[in-house]
C-alpha cells in the first residue's frame, strides 16, 4: 500500500513533549513536510526559542540553534548573513517573538532580513505555567490575570502581523490558524511562500500561527478548537497584511 | 481503498481528528488506555476512509498515517 | 620591513580584525568606541564582509551567535554599558562553546558613567561577566601595536579553546594615535576549515545542534565539569605577561593596558633615582598569570598594583601572592587616569616605610 500521509523526513523520530491537544506539533509537521518537499532539508538551519518549543532542536531533522530568548531573528541574521546559501527559520512563541523579543523581530523586518519567522500566538505563556501573554486578549484569565486582562493596568494585546505591517521592510506577513482542516491548508500554504520567498531572496516572511494551548486555557482541546474560531480569531483577523509579490503584480 | 492507520502507542488521546474533522465520522477515542495512559483514537469502519487526510493533518504527533 | 602607518587604536583593532580573517562584524555604536564600527562599515564594504549597524548590543551579540554558529569568524565591538547588555548572549555562546571575540573599550562606570577610560570592567571581563559558571579568555592590549596584533592571537585562542574571547581596552587606548606595524599575515577566510559544531545544512552528515541547555538530570553538571576542564588548561597553557626590570627589584608594579604605560615612566623615573622597582605587566587578564606571582612573591616583600578602578585585579593579585608579600594600591575610579609623578609618589611612601 502507498503512503499518502504520514510523518515527514523532516521530522526526527524523537516523541514530542507537548501537551496533548496542542497546535505546535501540527506546525512542527507542516514544517518538516516542507523542509523535505522544497528538498531544504539539507541546507537548512532551524532556530529554537525560549518556551515550550525549545525542544525544537530535537524535533526537527536539520541543523539546529537555541539562542537566548526573544533573539531568534538576531541570530538568524547573523547565520544568514554568514551563510547566505542556508535556508534559515526561526520558530517563536508569543512571549518570544511579541514580549521579550520585540526590538529583534521589528528590526528584522525593518532591514527585510532574508529569512523566515514562524510565529505561533497561543494568547498565553505556555512553558512557565501560563502568565499573561503579550497577546493575551483582553478579559482572558492567565495565572498573572486571574480576574481577566484588565487593560486598565495591563494594556491591550500586540497584533504583530498589523503592527509590522506599518514598515516598509517586510516582504509577507500572514496571519493562520491550525484548529481546522480548512485552516491548516491555509497554513500550508502561507508556509510554503513564506519558505520558498527566501530561497527566491525575497527577504522577510512572518507566518503568525493561532495555535491551541488547551492546558492553560483551561479548556479540553476540542473546546480549543471552537474558542480560536469563536474568540481569537475575532480579535486576530486571518489573511494576508503584507504580500509584496502580489503588490508587484 | 484509503485506510487509516492509528499509531497508538504514538497518541496522546487529545480527540482533535475525533469531532468533525472526519468528513465520514470514523474516529472516535477508545476506551482501552495505551501505555502512556491515553484512550487512543480508533477507526470505527476503515471501509469508509476517503483518504482525504485531514484526521492526518489535525494531528499534533502525527500519529496518523494514510494508505492507498 | 612591514609597512607603517600612524593610526587611531580604535582603527588598528579594524585592521587587526580584518588581517586575521573575520568578515562578519555587528555592533551599536557607543563612545568611546564609535570609530570602530565607522571605519569597519568602510572596510567590510571594501573587502565583501558583513557589517551590520544593529538595533542594540543584545542584538548585535545574538548575530556574533548566529554567525560564529554557522563556522565563521565574528567580532563585536562596545563599552561598558553595552557590554553589560550582551552579557546573556555571553553566557549562552560560552554555554554552547561557541568562539567569538569580543572588544571593550572600557569608559566610566558604573551606569551611564563618562566616556573617559576606565579599568571598571576587570571583575565583568574575568569573572565570566554573565550568569552562570563560565570563564572568557580575556587580553589586555596596552599599545596601539597591541590593539592590531591581539585580534587573530584572541580568534586563535577562541577557537583553540572553543570559548568566547574579550579584548578589555580603555578609552584612551582606542583614542590614541601610535605608529603600527603591518606584522600580520593577513589571513584568506576561505583557508579557515571548517570547525567540527558550524550549522551549515547537514548534507552528507550528521545534524548538528548547537544549544547552551541540557535538561536531563546531572547532564548540565557534566556538562560543567567537561568545561572546568579545559578552564584549567588554559589556566595551564596560556598565562601571558610582560616582565620589565623585575629581576632585581624590590618592589614590583602590576599593572595592565593603560595603567601598565604610565607605570612604566614611573619606574623609570625610579630607576634614574636609583631605586630597584619592576613592573609586571600582565596581558591575559584571564588565565591571570599567577604563576610568575605567586614565584614572585617569594622574594618580593612589596607588590603595587595600580589601576583605572577602586581596586579590582588586586584581588587576584592577593591570590597569586598567597599572603606571602604586602599588597599597596594606587587606583583612580571614575575615568581618572593616573599619572607618572603619582604613581612614583606611592613608591617613594612604600619604599620609605619599607
Redesign the interface.
Same mark, same amino acid.
Not at chain 1, 18 to 26: F, L, M, Q
Not at chain 2, 12 to 16: D, F, I, R, V
Not at chain 2, 56 to 62: Q, S
Given at each position: 500500500?502507498?503512503?499518502?500521509?504520514?510523518?515527514p523526513q523532516g521530522l526526527t523520530d524523537v516523541?514530542?513533549r507537548?501537551? &496533548?491537544?496542542?497546535?505546535?506539533? *501540527?506546525v512542527?509537521?507542516i514544517i518538516g513536510d516542507l523542509l523535505v518537499k522544497l528538498d531544504i532539508r539539507e541546507r537548512a538551519v532551524g532556530i529554537a526559542p525560549v518556551g515550550c518549543s525549545v525542544f525544537a532542536d530535537e524535533y526537527f531533522n536539520c541543523d539546529m540553534i537555541q539562542p537566548p530568548h526573544g533573539r531568534g531573528p538576531a541570530v538568524s541574521t547573523g547565520i544568514k548573513r554568514a551563510r547566505p546559501d542556508c535556508f534559515v527559520f526561526s520558530y517563536q512563541g508569543d512571549g518570544d517573538l511579541a514580549a521579550i523579543g520585540t526590538a529583534e523581530i521589528v528590526h528584522a523586518a525593518a532591514r527585510n532580513e532574508n529569512i523566515t519567522i514562524i510565529f505561533i500566538n497561543n494568547a498565553i505563556f505556555g512553558m512557565t505555567g501560563g502568565q499573561l501573554a503579550p497577546t493575551t486578549l483582553p478579559g482572558m484569565r492567565s495565572t498573572t490575570s486571574v480576574q481577566g486582562r484588565d487593560i486598565k493596568t495591563q494594556g491591550y494585546p500586540i497584533k504583530v502581523c498589523e503592527l509590522l505591517a506599518g514598515l516598509d521592510g517586510p516582504h509577507y506577513l500572514v496571519r493562520t490558524a491550525?484548529n481546522? &482542516?480548512k485552516n *491548516? *491548508?491555509a497554513t500550508?500554504k502561507a508556509l510554503k511562500t513564506a519558505f520558498v520567498n527566501q530561497l527566491e531572496n525575497k527577504g522577510f516572511s512572518m507566518v503568525e500561527i493561532l495555535s491551541m494551548c &488547551?492546558t492553560n486555557w483551561g479548556l479540553? &482541546? *476540542?473546546q480549543s478548537?471552537k474558542w480560536i474560531d469563536d474568540t481569537m480569531i475575532k480579535y486576530y483577523p486571518l489573511g494576508e497584511y503584507r504580500n509584496r509579490a502580489k503588490e508587484e503584480r | 481503498m %484509503?485506510?487509516v492507520k492509528i499509531l497508538e502507542e =504514538?497518541c496522546?488521546?487529545?480527540?482533535?481528528c475525533c469531532?468533525d474533522?472526519c468528513p465520514v465520522n470514523i474516529l472516535i477515542l477508545a476506551n482501552r488506555i495505551n501505555s502512556s495512559g491515553?484512550h487512543p483514537a480508533e477507526v470505527t469502519d476503515n471501509t469508509k476512509c476517503t483518504?482525504?487526510?485531514?484526521c492526518?493533518?489535525?494531528? %499534533? /504527533?502525527?500519529a496518523? /498515517? =494514510?494508505?492507498? | 620591513m612591514p609597512e607603517r602607518k600612524l593610526m587611531y587604536g580604535n582603527h588598528a583593532i579594524v585592521e587587526g580584525v580584518i588581517a586575521a580573517g573575520c568578515r562578519f562584524f555587528a555592533g551599536y555604536p557607543i563612545t568611546p568606541q564609535n570609530e570602530i564600527p565607522e571605519f569597519m562599515s568602510i572596510r567590510m564594504n571594501e573587502i565583501g564582509g558583513v557589517f551590520i549597524q544593529t538595533e542594540s548590543e543584545i542584538a548585535a551579540i545574538n548575530m556574533l551567535f548566529g554567525a560564529a554558529a554557522a563556522g565563521k569568524r565574528a567580532m563585536t565591538s562596545s563599552s561598558s554599558p553595552g557590554i553589560s547588555l550582551m552579557q546573556e548572549g555571553i553566557s549562552y555562546i560560552a554555554g554552547a562553546d561557541i568562539p567569538v571575540l569580543v572588544v571593550n573599550v572600557i569608559r566610566g562606570g558604573p551606569g551611564l558613567g563618562n566616556i573617559a577610560p576606565a579599568q571598571s570592567d576587570y571583575y565583568q571581563g574575568t569573572k565570566g561577566g554573565g550568569h552562570g559558571d563560565y570563564f572568557t579568555i580575556t587580553l589586555a592590549p596596552n599599545s596601539v601595536q597591541e590593539l592590531y596584533e591581539f585580534p587573530k592571537l584572541a580568534f586563535e585562542l577562541a577557537e583553540k579553546y572553543r570559548n568566547p574571547a574579550l579584548i578589555l581596552a580603555d578609552g584612551l587606548l582606542g583614542q590614541m594615535m601610535e605608529p603600527v606595524e603591518f606584522t600580520q599575515a593577513p589571513v584568506d577566510p576561505d583557508t579557515l576549515r571548517e570547525p567540527p559544531y558550524a550549522l551549515s545544512g547537514c548534507k552528507g552528515r550528521e545534524r548538528r545542534v548547537v544549544r547552551s541547555y541540557d535538561l536531563k538530570p546531572g547532564k548540565l553538571e557534566e556538562m560543567n565539569w567537561q568545561r572546568l576542564k579545559k578552564y584549567q588548561k588554559i589556566q595551564e597553557t596560556e598565562q601571558r605577561f610582560e616582565a620589565t626590570a623585575c629581576d632585581d627589584a624590590e618592589l614590583v608594579i602590576i599593572a595592565y593596558g593603560t595603567c601598565a604605560r604610565v607605570c612604566d615612566a614611573a619606574v623609570r623615573i625610579a630607576r634614574a633615582k636609583g631605586q630597584k622597582i619592576g613592573l609586571l605587566r600582565p596581558i591575559t587578564l584571564w588565565p591571570f598569570p599567577n604563576k610568575i606571582m605567586s614565584e614572585m612573591s617569594k622574594r618580593i616583600k612589596n607588590f603595587l598594583v595600580v589601576e583605572m578602578n577602586m581596586g579590582q585585579m588586586i584581588d587576584d593579585v592577593k591570590l597569586a601572592t598567597e599572603c606571602r608579600s604586602k599588597i599597596h594600591f594606587h587606583g583612580r575610579p571614575g575615568g581618572g587616569v593616573p599619572t607618572p609623578p603619582e604613581i612614583y609618589e606611592k613608591i617613594k611612601t612604600i619604599m620609605g616605610g619599607a
Open positions: 500500500m502507498k503512503q499518502l500521509f504520514g510523518r516523541l514530542q507537548y501537551c &496533548p491537544g496542542c497546535g505546535h506539533g *501540527i512542527h509537521r491550525v481546522a &482542516p *491548516i *491548508i500550508e &488547551p479540553t &482541546p *476540542i478548537k | %484509503p485506510q =504514538v496522546k488521546g487529545c480527540g482533535l469531532d474533522v491515553y483518504g482525504c487526510g485531514y492526518f493533518k489535525i494531528c %499534533p /504527533e502525527p496518523i /498515517e =494514510v494508505y492507498k | -
